[in-house]
């Protein structure tokens, strides 16, 4: 009988690609085991089995157990694991990224690298959040003093439509209850949209630290791509809960969003958005899944060499390098 430590791991053609995937799965109050190329959910109710190699990312909520065969199965599949609140409002850690492949963090480094290109992406970014508006020939000064205005106009519209008193936004780091009700709600609904997008930002393998908006900050990123989001969904969700009740506004507003979240696909559409802000035509579509698990060597101008060889200028028959 084969054991779990002589099974031999698989190679990338012998993965399910992404495209085939289940994009998120989300588990909650319950172990998660290895049977086979399988994981188990197992919890009162009994075992469930997850072919490991269709899954995209796992993300494990509160109350979930993980042993060691289950993650080693997972990272042999190819899937990326994160470590979430409830319904993925939070993140807390992350078990590997999804992709094999670095294009989309190098689309990003190549994106922010270049201040053109970098202003480029942080005008998409302004016009995905406001359609209305064309941020073309706009500097960055221009485009924070637009997107004050307009998330201004945001608090002033929602506080008109629930009735609710607007005496502006106050928030004391570290202080949740420095604030009125809706600033709380405000507050909750922030911190889940940073974990949502640091959930997804991790398992596409992109650094959450090079923003294009945001700068000099680890999460500089994170932060960026949960702002698309933030009058759509953060700022009208916090004041409907606000209106509701002002008792437990926090906890009220994490529910309601984390309901949100799953009637919206909102991570498979941050998904979506952060390859249609990376990627330009010339890098193609972006399969982080893809049966190619190539790894080159940086040549001169732009030139990509095959590695595993020896690359000697005075040899012809390059020699195999094994490590």
């Known amino acids: 009988m084969t054991t779990v430590s002589q099974r031999t791991a698989l190679s990338p053609r012998q993965l399910t690609r992404t495209a085939e995937r289940i994009s998120f799965i989300y588990l909650e109050r319950c172990t998660v085991h290895r049977d086979a190329n399988a994981i188990t959910a197992q919890d009162a109710e009994g075992t469930t089995h997850i072919p490991s190699a269709t899954i995209g990312t796992l993300l494990l909520g509160p109350g979930t157990r993980i042993t060691h065969q289950a993650m080693s199965v997972l990272a042999e599949t190819g899937a990326a694991v994160c470590w979430v609140g409830e319904h993925g409002v939070r993140f807390y850690a992350a078990g590997r990224a999804l992709s094999r492949s670095s294009a989309l963090m190098e689309a990003q480094a190549r994106q922010w690298a270049n201040t053109r290109s970098r202003l480029a992406v942080a005008r998409a970014m302004y016009q995905m959040r406001f359609p209305d508006e064309d941020p073309a020939g706009l500097t960055r000064h221009e485009l924070l003093g637009r997107e004050g205005r307009r998330v201004k106009a945001c608090y002033r519209a929602q506080a008109a439509r629930t009735g609710i008193p607007w005496r502006g936004r106050q928030y004391v780091p570290g202080d949740f209850t420095s604030g009125d009700p809706v600033n709380q709600a405000i507050t909750a609904a922030a911190q889940c949209m940073y974990g949502i997008a640091h959930a997804v930002v991790t398992s596409l393998g992109c650094s959450p630290a090079l923003g294009f908006v945001h700068s000099g900050h680890e999460l500089s990123f994170v932060l960026d791509i949960a702002d698309l989001y933030k009058t759509e969904i953060g700022i009208p969700l916090a004041f409907d809960t606000a209106a509701q009740d002002e008792e437990d506004v926090g906890a009220r507003t994490r529910r309601a969003l984390r309901d949100r979240i799953n009637e919206t696909s909102l991570l498979n559409r941050c998904v979506d ?41 005075d040899r012809h028959d390059y020699e195999r390098v094994s490590w």
């Open 273 to 313: 958005d952060i390859k249609r802000l990376l990627l330009q035509e010339e890098d193609g579509p972006f399969d982080p899944g893809s049966d190619q698990d190539v790894v080159t060597l940086q040549s001169d101008g732009g030139r990509q060499v095959p590695s595993g060889l020896n690359h000697d200028d």
